[in-house]
Every structure is written in C-alpha cells, then in structure tokens.
C-alpha cells in the first residue's frame, strides 16, 4: 500500500460487499485514503477468504456459515459447520475450494468459542 510517500504491506482481513477491511503495521499511517495494490494468488478455482475465517480440527478445515432460521423466538442467526479444502495460503489470507459460492455470511472472527448450532448475534 501507498500514501503519500510512505510505502508498505496491508494484511486483508475481511471483504463486504464493496468494501475492503486492510490490517497495516506501523505508525507513519495517516486516518484517510491511501492506494492499495491487491495481489491475488493464483488459480482459477476457490475463493480467497480471510484466514481467520477457516478452522481445523481432527476432521479437516471449515467455515462456519450462519444460516437464518425462524424459530418460535423470531429470526435468529445459527451457525453451520461447514467442510472446506484449503488450496494455498498467502499473508492473512487462504484460497479455499468447497460448497461456497461467496455470496454467503461466515464467521471470520469471534468474540467468544463457535460450535455447530450456536445462536449468534452479528455486528456490521
């Protein structure tokens, strides 16, 4: 990344929509705009996902999704374990294969442990 005269690396942390969330270390950073210079992996296939975002167990690698469930509370967020492949691993960042398309809602980072099943609240 760039500003101004300053010059270094940006850690991508989370994408929405048309919006991008960097992670920068040092303290010549300004609160403002700076010009990023997004280097992707290569590969055709997968989705590039925060690395934050994919856990691993005895079982493999997943995500978990958060799938919206009608209950006899209301509308709440549930989160599904769900299996991926991770095909390479950059800075911060995995290429994943697997049953995402990249329209849906994960988890990247949490507050609290995460189970299958678990009833979530989601800050935007």
């Keep these: 990344m760039m500003q101004e005269q300053n010059t270094g690396t940006a850690t991508l942390e989370q994408v929405n929509d048309d919006l991008a969330q960097f992670t920068v270390s040092g303290t010549q950073w300004k609160t403002g705009a700076a010009d990023i210079t997004v280097t992707t992996m290569g590969g055709t296939t997968g989705l590039c996902l925060p690395a934050t975002a994919v856990n691993s167990d005895n079982a493999g690698n997943f995500v978990y999704l958060v799938e919206t469930k009608n209950t006899v509370l209301g509308v709440q967020s549930?989160?599904?374990?769900?299996g991926v492949t991770v095909e390479e691993r950059g800075d911060g960042v995995v290429r994943i294969s697997g049953a995402l398309s990249g329209?849906?809602?994960i988890v990247s980072?949490?507050?609290?442990p995460l189970s299958?099943?678990?009833e979530v609240r989601i800050d935007e």
């Design 78 to 82: 549930v989160l599904v374990r769900l």
């Design 103 to 105: 329209q849906e809602q």
């Design 109 to 112: 980072a949490s507050s609290k």
């Design 116 to 118: 299958a099943g678990t």
